[in-house]
């Protein structure tokens, strides 16, 4: 599916083309955005409440564009230094061992995502906390609230 800049921009606040995005217009984080070099939470005047409508359709575009993971996880490797804060993090890491969540232990199954040439890489989503019965509810969000660089997002 082909997402265009036009389709992102329509849904863009557009107020006053602020630049707190880090771009001069809201159409130039718009092209960014649907090439890839751009995220939505770059976009801060859009976590205003009054924005949630168009919040929730810019999410369902930056899925399709970034063609998420079953979790709707989506790892930004421009972003990623590997510092590996979300592996140690993550819950499901821990349990199997701290030496994995370390990432010093064996690569297995039953782990989540390791740290592979300097950047996060996942190994099994099927065990993410996201997909417990009750994440509908709370959603686990370790590994977004870990990286300090914003590296990782849910859509």
Do not use: W
Request: glycine residues 6%; positive net charge.
């Amino acid at each position: 599916m082909t997402i265009s800049p036009m389709d992102i921009y329509k849904l863009l606040p557009k107020e006053k083309n602020c630049g707190k995005c880090g771009f001069p217009n809201c159409m130039a984080f718009a092209v960014k955005m649907a090439g890839k070099k751009a995220y939505l939470d770059q976009c801060v005047v859009l976590k205003n409440p009054k924005y949630i409508k168009q919040r929730i359709a810019l999410k369902e575009l930056a899925g399709k564009l970034h063609e998420v993971k079953e979790t709707r996880m989506i790892i930004h490797e421009d972003l990623c230094n590997g510092c590996g804060n979300c592996v140690v993090a993550c819950p499901p890491n821990v349990s199997v061992s701290l030496d994995v969540s370390g990432g010093k232990g064996p690569t297995t199954r039953e782990i989540i995502m390791k740290i592979a040439n300097g950047k996060v890489e996942i190994c099994n989503l099927r065990i993410c906390r996201r997909f417990e019965e009750d994440a509908e509810n709370r959603p686990c969000s370790v590994c977004i609230e870990s990286c300090p660089l914003n590296a990782i997002e849910f859509v």
